[in-house]
Nanobody, 124 residues
Framework: QVQLVESGGGLVQAGGSLRLSCAAS????????MGWFRQAPGKEREFVAR????????RYADSVKGRFTISRDNAKMAVYLQINSLKPEDTAVYYC?????????????????WGQGTQVTVSS
């Protein structure tokens, strides 16, 4: 169906920046809303950001608003997450997700496809 692969995670100091990438492959669809979620050890998976098809509408979790920016390149069928002013509490595995919907959602149950995740670790 749709396969998603994340990249760009790593170890950074507090206050630093990272750019996460998510590329779609396999049998893809032209109208996918995309989202980013994250999960820290012992915690539930939480919503981070989402972007509609074709990309005119975005939404962010309160905890990342003003620091994170989601964007997409529809020609490449890719989505990105620019992360600035990193904090230790941002440490988590970050997952890319795609929905067979143009509107997108903050509910993980609304997403049909998931990547394997990429680790982001922020040191203080």
């Amino acid at each position: 169906q749709v396969q998603l692969v994340e990249s760009g995670g790593g170890l950074v100091q507090a206050g630093g920046s990272l750019r996460l990438s998510c590329a779609a492959s396999g049998r893809t669809f032209s109208s996918l809303a995309m989202g980013w979620f994250r999960q820290a050890p012992g915690k539930e998976r939480e919503f981070v950001a989402r972007i509609s098809w074709p990309g005119g509408s975005t939404r962010y979790a309160d905890s990342v608003k003003g620091r994170f920016t989601i964007s997409r390149d529809n020609a490449k069928m890719a989505v990105y997450l620019q992360i600035n002013s990193l904090k230790p509490e941002d440490t988590a595995v970050y997952y890319c997700a795609a929905s067979d919907s143009t509107r997108g959602s903050s509910n993980p149950s609304s997403y049909d496809y998931w990547g394997q995740g990429t680790q982001v670790t922020v040191s203080s």
